[in-house]
């Protein structure tokens, strides 16, 4: 998920290791959590596989050399890749990671973003199905957080469907 947000913030703007901390910590805390111990690794592998480049490296506020990245073409390929992916995965992981594409849908095409939004909505509704085969907690506490946990996966699944609505009302233009 990582690699997906890196990638997909450097679509908009070249950054140095540190401001891309900063933007993934602000735009996707309640996705993934980063540090620097796995950013700038990552900006290396990045790089060592074409996906990036160093646009130009500036002075930062202690001496130091600040690498400024940009992606390149073969990074967007791979953006795109990531994107349109759907991996098995565990719900919450599901649920973070689709978060994180939905925050770079203006770099899609409607119809993209559409089955990326239909997608979800199926695995949103295998959730409830699978709720529903289970048998429910008698404690009340657990079967309330249970009866949160369907709300939202159904406040979830009205959500996508508007989406999809105003995704329809583009390509329709």
Same mark, same amino acid.
């Given at each position: 998920? @990582?690699? %997906? ?14 401001? @891309? ?5 602000? #735009?996707? *805390? ?5 540090? +620097?111990? *796995? $950013? +700038?690794? @990552? ?5 060592? !596989?074409?996906? $990036?480049?160093? =646009? ?10 600040? !690498?400024? +990245? ?9 953006? !795109?890749?990531? /994107? /349109? ?6 719900? =919450?992981?599901?649920? *973070?990671? #689709?978060?994180? !594409?939905?925050? #770079? ?10 089955? %990326? ?8 509704? @295998? ?44 390509? *329709?233009?």
């Amino acid at each position: 998920m @990582l690699e %997906l947000a890196t990638l997909g913030l450097l679509q908009g703007e070249s950054l140095h290791g540190y401001r @891309l901390k900063q933007k993934l910590e602000l #735009f996707m *805390s309640g996705c993934i959590s980063v540090n +620097y111990g *796995s $950013i +700038y690794p @990552l900006l290396r592998r990045l790089e060592q !596989k074409g996906l $990036i480049y160093i =646009v130009k490296e500036k002075e930062g506020k202690k001496g130091s050399l600040r !690498k400024i +990245y940009n992606i390149t073409d073969k990074g967007r390929e791979r953006w !795109k890749e990531k /994107m /349109m992916e759907h991996p098995h995965e565990s719900w =919450v992981h599901a649920r *973070s990671r #689709f978060m994180i !594409k939905f925050f #770079f849908f203006s770099y899609l095409e409607p119809e993209e973003r559409i089955k %990326l939004l239909e997608n979800r909505i199926i695995k949103c509704h @295998l959730r409830l199905e699978d709720r529903e085969l289970k048998e429910l907690p008698t404690d009340s506490y657990q079967s309330s957080a249970w009866e949160r946990c369907c709300s939202v996966i159904q406040d979830e699944i009205n959500w996508l469907n508007r989406q999809i609505k105003l995704e329809g009302k583009l390509i *329709s233009r």
